[in-house]
């Protein structure tokens, strides 16, 4: 079937269409839910909403304003940033003197594998893994992410920085256990 065919199957409300709408993205959506939940069943329960989301909105998708999978992935985005809102009980707040920032080889970023990257990006307070994520995995600009976490666009651009330096702080406490970074 071809995207236009799913589409048009979903709309009409076609089991087989939503199967196979499943089928053919799902593992896509799952990454980019898994990149917002600390857990793998936070990730599953995002990617069922997402999916019930996509076929209660799919007959409001307008090719002519972007790609049908670039559409579906704002949907899960969005759908995982309710869900965080819905179950924060409370943020984790950090002051800005805990933070030193470290100098990390550029070439260890290169040698992490994606399990590894994504684990250190998990263990991220929560208000800045959602802004490194939204920020440098999906591309939004700080005004965007402003709107979608209603902040203002100065904490958007200091949780990012803050967010990076606790990563370059976890690479250099990690990497006696990572094989690949070169000590001495």
Not at 21 to 44: D, I, K
Not at 159 to 179: D, F, G, P, V, Y
Request: glycine content about 4%.
């Amino acid at each position: 079937m071809t995207v236009a065919e799913i589409i048009s199957a979903c709309i009409k409300g076609s089991p087989k269409g939503q199967r196979e709408l499943v089928r053919r993205y799902a593992p896509m959506l799952m990454t980019v839910s898994r990149r917002y939940a600390l857990a793998h069943y936070g990730a599953q329960d995002i990617l069922q909403d997402s999916f019930i989301r996509i076929f209660k909105a799919i007959n409001q998708y307008d090719d002519s304003r972007g790609s049908f999978e670039g559409w579906m992935r704002k949907i899960t985005i969005n759908t995982a940033l309710q869900a965080i809102k819905k179950n924060r009980l409370k943020t984790n707040n950090l002051e800005s003197d805990e933070i030193k920032v470290t100098s990390v080889d550029p070439d260890i970023y290169q040698k992490l594998n994606a399990e590894e990257l994504l684990e250190l990006i998990k263990e991220l307070p929560e208000k800045y893994r959602l802004v490194f994520n939204l920020n440098c995995v999906e591309g939004y600009s700080h005004k965007e992410i402003a709107q979608l976490l209603e902040i203002e666009e100065a904490s958007s651009r200091s949780n990012l920085s803050r967010a990076k330096s606790l990563l370059r702080k976890k690479i250099l406490a990690n990497k006696e256990h990572m094989s690949w970074v070169r000590t001495g």
